[in-house]
């Protein structure tokens, strides 16, 4: 197929999960000649496949992505290595001549590559092994009482975050959230990164969500999960943050029955969207892409063209 353009300039698609960013981005790909760099912070982990809703075989054969698979189970894997990766990708797509897609719900990792990963400190060992010693209610305490703007907006049933939170607050002495920047600083407004952001009605979003989950049940997630237990899943505490995973092995510890696993999964995925629309939300630089529950992928194609050109 001959791209339809010759702009190699990379285009950032983003959204809440299950908003259907995949399926634009896999038409844009082929419309424009690109390749998809996934924008997921699980999809980078191999075995995690049916709870990250990864590409599947067929739509990786008709475009290349970039960043899956690429970190074990026993890796860690963050940010900054996220940048590393997509940089040499991004490179690597433009070098070929084709257009980077950058795609996927991960908002931190569209920050940190639109705008640098700032001036945080790096892991203190000793003090990280302090906080992940502490119960999660008295780090929550302590977050609300030392910065109320960030406990106010940070996810709390994820004990990673608060505890990355509070990890710099006490080795800079800063509020976490004076060290967080806008997505478009005024240094780069000359040369703006238009973040296309999907979104779908409410009701919608939460049907696409619950008809996600019982496919993923359905193709055998709890197999999956069963399996990865023996790779080392629960050791790799960012991977056991997937959706899906953590209740999964709940289940198979016995703590609930399968029908109720199966609710509670979809609770923490509208939950999780929910929060998604919020931080992209509070981002500048995003062009809100809004489509309708019937609406062909085709026309959501066209209509993000037409913006972006």
């Not at 690597?92 to 908002?107: A, D, L, N, Q, S």
């Not at 780069?188 to 049940?217: G, Q, W």
């Not at 999956?224 to 960012?238: K, P, S, V, W, Y």
């Not at 929060?275 to 630089?285: A, D, K, L, N, Y």
């Amino acid at each position: 197929m001959q791209p339809a353009t010759v702009n190699l300039q990379p285009l950032f698609l983003a959204g809440p999960t299950a908003s259907g960013k995949s399926a634009v981005a896999l038409a844009l790909a082929e419309r424009l000649g690109g390749e998809i760099i996934s924008v997921d912070s699980m999809q980078v982990y191999r075995g995690l496949d049916l709870g990250t809703a990864k590409p599947s075989a067929a739509e990786r054969a008709r475009v290349p992505h970039h960043l899956i698979d690429v970190a074990e189970l026993s890796e860690p894997f963050d940010a900054a290595r996220f940048v590393q990766l997509a940089r040499r990708a991004e490179a690597e797509i433009r070098g070929r001549g084709r257009v980077p897609i950058f795609c996927g719900g991960t908002g931190l990792y569209f920050k940190a590559y639109l705008e640098g990963l700032g001036e945080s400190p790096p892991a203190d060992p000793e003090l990280r092994v302090e906080l992940e010693s502490t119960p999660l209610p008295a780090l929550l305490a302590e977050l609300e009482r030392c910065d109320p703007e960030t406990f106010g907006r940070i996810d709390r049933q994820n004990p990673r975050r608060v505890v990355r939170a509070l990890e710099v607050i006490r080795l800079t002495g800063k509020p976490f959230s004076a060290q967080r920047a806008e997505w478009n600083p005024k240094s780069e407004a000359r040369n703006p990164k238009p973040v296309f952001c999907l979104t779908r009605s409410p009701a919608d979003l939460r049907a696409r969500i619950e008809t996600r989950v019982d496919e993923m049940f359905r193709r055998g997630l709890v197999d999956e999960t069963h399996a990865l237990l023996a790779c080392g899943l629960e050791q790799n505490r960012t991977a056991m943050q997937a959706l899906g995973y953590r209740q999964v092995v709940e289940h198979l510890r016995g703590e609930r029955g399968l029908d109720e696993t199966i609710a509670l999964v979809k609770a923490r995925t509208w939950q999780f969207a929910r929060r998604q629309m919020t931080w992209f939300r509070r981002q500048q630089g995003v062009i809100w892409l809004e489509s309708a529950s019937d609406e062909p992928t085709g026309n959501l194609v066209e209509r993000l063209l037409a913006s972006w050109h």
